[in-house]
């Protein structure tokens, strides 16, 4: 198996664990390494071959394993978790369903979209409260993500 300290560092050409997109790069003065498009700070452990995210509420690495970033098993977001996000984002845009489709609204009045409207905004708000949750534990910023991704596509196109 590759490790990291084998890892072409030098030539920008090691992919990001969490961005997956991204380069990685060392920062000049320190053991560190950087993501070139989402902007996480690493540091490697270079005598157990891991990758460990700094900033990060919990514990979060990473094993190269010589073509790309694996978690170990029994880290990150358990199944409990997702699942109970799942049901978070399921359960109540069900509800809205089942009681637009029971309580239908008469045909022709003027609020008649608003149940299917409702069930939409639903189902929006409540992903975006998961999402939100997961990329903060993840110390991952969407929008400076898709800035990122529009700068490299801009360059890539007028350049």
């Known amino acids: 198996m590759q490790g990291i300290e084998t890892l072409p560092l030098t030539e920008n050409t090691c992919p990001c664990p969490v961005c997956r997109?991204?380069?990685?790069?060392?920062?000049?003065?320190?053991?560190a390494?950087?993501?070139?498009?989402?902007?996480?700070?690493?540091?490697?452990?270079?005598?157990?071959?891991?990758?460990?995210?700094?900033?990060?509420p919990t514990l979060i690495?990473?094993?190269w394993d010589g073509r790309h970033w694996r978690a170990?098993?029994?880290?990150?977001?358990?199944?409990?978790?997702?699942l109970a996000a799942a049901a978070f984002v399921?359960?109540?845009?069900?509800?809205?369903?089942?009681s637009a489709l029971r309580f239908r609204p008469l045909p022709g009045s003027p609020l008649s979209w608003f149940p299917l409207f409702w069930l939409?905004?639903?189902?929006v708000c409540h992903s975006a409260c998961i999402f939100s949750a997961f990329s903060s534990y993840y110390q991952f910023s969407p929008s400076?993500?898709?800035?990122?991704l529009g700068k490299r596509f801009w360059d890539r196109r007028f350049a």
Request: charge should be negative; aromatic fraction near 12%; glycine fraction near 8%.
């Open 33 to 56: 390494l950087s993501c070139d498009l989402c902007n996480n700070i690493f540091s490697p452990d270079l005598k157990n071959q891991f990758l460990e995210l700094e900033g990060s």
């Open 144 to 148: 400076a993500y898709l800035r990122a």
């Open 61 to 63: 690495r990473w094993e």
């Open 72 to 82: 170990p098993y029994g880290q990150g977001i358990s199944w409990g978790v997702k």
């Open 90 to 98: 399921i359960f109540p845009t069900a509800l809205i369903a089942i």
């Open 120 to 123: 939409g905004a639903t189902f």
């Open 21 to 31: 997109h991204g380069k990685l790069s060392s920062i000049v003065m320190m053991d």
